[in-house]
């Protein structure tokens, strides 16, 4: 309740929508990252201590670890060092979460020198993702940054991923997370291979072609579902059943296709909604408050939908630390500022 509280007190002291500029990008200190002779990011400033209540943990393979998976560039690294950060703070074991970072393959050392430095004693792993690996199945999209290889990288968590893991927590790296991770792990995921919040009251014709929806040899593979949206940033993914059910080539089958046949606009996504829509163990709507980046409306600023909060996303276009560093913010980019541990000297 106090988090719902300091959006209530946000939003009576907020007094306009504020615009975004059309002119900004993405995070861009890019090549500052890579030549700075000085720290781009703070050390986080807690020592992220397990409760006596936690059991103890160890390697990569600990049953009792709680596994989080997150990409990493040097785009978007600021929003994923916020998201670690908040993972941390909120979590009554921080000492028993595990996080799995991708990236692509010339960047993994800086990386992990990088993490190193602000998180001095986090468990994680750095993992090489080629970004060969989908160059010939990515076809364009409404936003650039959605055809980047790394977007896709969340099809291939289960070969990357050591084979001991078997379930692993996706994030994209623009949220925060307001509440302990662990009670999102503890999602029971039934029968099915995936987890997430759904939105069935969305419009889901919108997210395929009129072309694809015309076809029955596309359209009739939802044939007996009851397909939902929902937002591919926050996952619970059984990798084991993921593993044994081969649904990264069911992922590339869709993705082929829609090189020869363009049956959809939207990036990896659709990929995810043909598979899995109407296949999906439902997770409450708190862990997900999404779309507050404004859904590729460039310049709007979005309201949280209505219920409890544990986690803030900020998917579509805008993103809080450009924003913020525009002295344009949206009221709600003040509840990400808490995470940021970008040094702003740089």
Not at 50 to 59: A, R, V, W
Not at 66 to 95: F, K, M, W
Request: glycine letters at 6%; hydrophobic letters at 40%.
């Amino acid at each position: 309740m106090l988090w719902i509280t300091r959006f209530a007190g946000l939003f009576s002291a907020a007094m306009a929508v504020i615009v975004l500029s059309p002119s900004l990008q993405s995070f861009p200190p890019a090549a500052a990252i890579r030549s700075s002779p000085s720290p781009i990011f703070r050390k986080a400033p807690a020592v992220f201590n397990n409760g006596d209540e936690c059991l103890s943990s160890g390697g990569v393979c600990n049953p009792s670890l709680v596994h989080v998976a997150i990409t990493l560039d040097v785009e978007y690294l600021r929003g994923s060092i916020a998201a670690v950060n908040s993972i941390l703070q909120h979590s009554v074991c921080p000492e028993s979460v595990f996080f799995h970072f991708i990236a692509v393959s010339e960047e993994t050392n800086l990386l992990e020198s990088l993490v190193r430095s602000v998180f001095p004693r986090l468990k994680f792993n750095i993992y090489d993702f080629a970004p060969e690996t989908v160059r010939g199945l990515i076809s364009s999209s409404v936003r650039q940054a959605l055809e980047q290889p790394l977007n896709y990288a969340r099809s291939y968590l289960a070969d990357l991923l050591e084979p001991c893991v078997n379930r692993v927590i996706y994030l994209d790296s623009d949220l925060v997370v307001v509440d302990d991770i662990a009670k999102l792990w503890k999602t029971s995921l039934g029968s099915r291979i995936i987890g997430a919040p759904e939105y069935c009251h969305a419009n889901f014709t919108k997210y395929f072609t009129g072309g694809f929806w015309s076809e029955e040899r596309f359209s009739g593979t939802f044939r007996g579902r009851k397909p939902c949206y929902f937002n591919t940033g926050v996952m619970v993914i059984d990798l084991k059943k993921w593993r044994r059910g081969g649904y990264t080539k069911r992922i590339e089958k869709w993705m082929e296709i829609q090189r020869r046949e363009r049956i959809y606009e939207l990036g990896s996504l659709p990929p995810f909604l043909l598979v899995f829509s109407g296949h999906v163990a439902p997770i409450s709507h708190r862990w997900n408050q999404h779309g507050l980046g404004g859904d590729n409306v460039r310049g709007s600023c979005r309201d949280l939908h209505p219920g409890p909060v544990s986690l803030l996303h900020w998917s579509g276009s805008g993103k809080p630390w450009i924003r913020l560093d525009s002295k344009r913010p949206c009221p709600l980019d003040a509840l990400w500022t808490p995470y940021d541990l970008y040094r702003h000297s740089h």
